[in-house]
Each structure stands twice: as structure tokens, then as C-alpha cells.
């Protein structure tokens, strides 16, 4: 494990890419070896949102904040492609809304009542779409396809209180939690674009999939 840890540094820190990209990727990836960074026994990764008290920060991966990596996805994309899994195998409920931070194997069979993260919800779909683009496992894709379509579903879905496109008119409403912590219930380019994102890579992964209905 050393020498091929230090084999990537010095390939990283040797190569003739411009010394900002090298900061950024040693600098992002480093969080992966720290403690805001978990692997449970079956490989899935558990991430905090950071080092600082923690009473302050989710006690395991947070929707919101992880969605945006990118390190992790492009540097080792199994780590990213387990936490997808992940999400859809045990952070959604059966109208499709994703938990906003990922449940603990302790209460795998427990219902949770979490506020969906709006950001978060469309953009594990279009995480999704990367990580597919990246790889070409259709395997892998269909083992998470239907709840990806829950997932989007659920912005009009009849029983959710969140009231996100009940008409499906293109764009959203309603109460719209997000990452900064706050909510937003009216049409906004930033979330809509997740939406409208979300919903564009889902039609193209659903002619894939051979799921005419969805495309």
C-alpha cells in the first residue's frame, strides 16, 4: 500500500500538468484518506461533511454536499458507482424520495422521514448519467434503473407534500430544501436546472435501459 501510494504521488507531482490542477486533485482527494471519510465492511463509503464538531455535521453521507464530488467519481469511480448503489438500494422510500443523508446499516429497515434535498435528488440522477457515460455498465445501471425513475417520480407524485411539479409543467415549485441549508418555493434557474438536467439524462439512460415508457 505505501509504495503504491507514493508511486501516485510522485506520478502526480511529476507530471507536466499545471501546478493548479495538481493542487486541486491532491488537495480533493486527500480528503479521502482523512476521517471525513469511511468504508464500511461491504466497500460503500461513508462521508461527513467535514472534521469539525461533530454534533454540527450529518452523521453520515450528506446528499446535499456530496452530490457536487467529483474527485472521488473520476479518480476512483467504483468508490463513487457504491455510494450510488447505495443510495438507491437504502435512502429511498417507497414514493421515491432520496433521504438527505445516507441511513446507517443499523436502520436499513426502518422508515425515515428526512426533508429531501432537492439538489441533491436530481443530482444523484445525473450522477447517475456520469457514472454511466464513464463506465458502459449497463449491468450496473440496471440495477439501480427503477429507482432512479422513483426518484424522479416522486417530483409529482401525489403524496408528497413538497409539491415540486404536480402538473409536470417543465419546471418546479412548491418547498424546495437544498444544500445551503434554507428553502426556496418558487421557479429558480439554479434547482430548475437540476430538474429540467435530471430529466434529459433520465430519457437518454431510459432508451438504454429499452424502457420506452420512461424515454
Known amino acids: 500500500l505505501y509504495e503504491e501510494t507514493d508511486m ?35 466497500g460503500s463509503l461513508y462521508m461527513l461533511d467535514g472534521n469539525g464538531n461533530i454534533k454540527e455535521l450529518c452523521d453520515s453521507t450528506c446528499n446535499g454536499i456530496w452530490n457536487y464530488g467529483y474527485a472521488h467519481s473520476y479518480l476512483f469511480p467504483n468508490i463513487e458507482r457504491s455510494v450510488l448503489k447505495y443510495h438507491y438500494t437504502h435512502d429511498i422510500d417507497a414514493r421515491g424520495a432520496l433521504s438527505f443523508v445516507a441511513k446507517p446499516p443499523s436502520v436499513f429497515k426502518q422508515d425515515h422521514n428526512d426533508t429531501p434535498c ?19 455498465n449497463i449491468e450496473w445501471l ?9 426518484s424522479i417520480e416522486f417530483a409529482w407524485h401525489p403524496d408528497s407534500t413538497f409539491q415540486w411539479s404536480p402538473d409536470k409543467a417543465g419546471y418546479i415549485a412548491g418547498r424546495q430544501y437544498h444544500t445551503l441549508g434554507t428553502e426556496l418555493f418558487s421557479p429558480n434557474c439554479w434547482l430548475d436546472s437540476f430538474y429540467v438536467a435530471a430529466l434529459k439524462a433520465a430519457a437518454e439512460m431510459a432508451v438504454v435501459m429499452k424502457d420506452k415508457k420512461h424515454a
Do not use: M
Open 142 to 150: 440496471a440495477s439501480i434503473w427503477k429507482d432512479v425513475v422513483k
Open 118 to 136: 432537492f439538489d441533491a435528488q436530481f443530482g444523484n440522477v445525473l450522477n447517475v448519467y456520469r457514472e454511466f457515460k464513464l463506465c458502459g
Open 8 to 42: 501516485y504521488r510522485q506520478l502526480l507531482f511529476s507530471s507536466t500538468l499545471p501546478n493548479d490542477i495538481i493542487e486541486a486533485v491532491s488537495a480533493n482527494v486527500a480528503a479521502l484518506k482523512s476521517p471525513v471519510c469511511v468504508r464500511i465492511r461491504d
